[in-house]
């Protein structure tokens, strides 16, 4: 019974670890993304060139997603972007 439950706490204490790894790269392919975005679709509220050009709400709204960390609702949006103006989307990995 006391092998399972080192088992089970080295499981729960593992889990987070691998959770973050694959975080911290959607983070990544996250800003990548947003680079792209910005220099070939439209500007972000932080650039220099912010109120120059119009910029969609789709895109704002990807980017103030990724910025918060909810990677799984801005990188759908950004890579549907990107497709759309036909500008190739960074590698993943």
Partial sequence: MTRIRILVGLLVLA???AGAAD????RRYCAALIDKYTRYVGTSE????AGMLFNDGDGRLAIAKCSEGDTATGIPILE???RDAKVN???RG
């Fill in 15 to 17: 889990t987070p670890m």
């Fill in 23 to 26: 975080t911290l790269d959607d």
């Fill in 80 to 82: 549907r972007r990107l």
């Fill in 89 to 91: 989307l960074p590698s």
């Fill in 46 to 49: 932080y650039s220099p060139l």
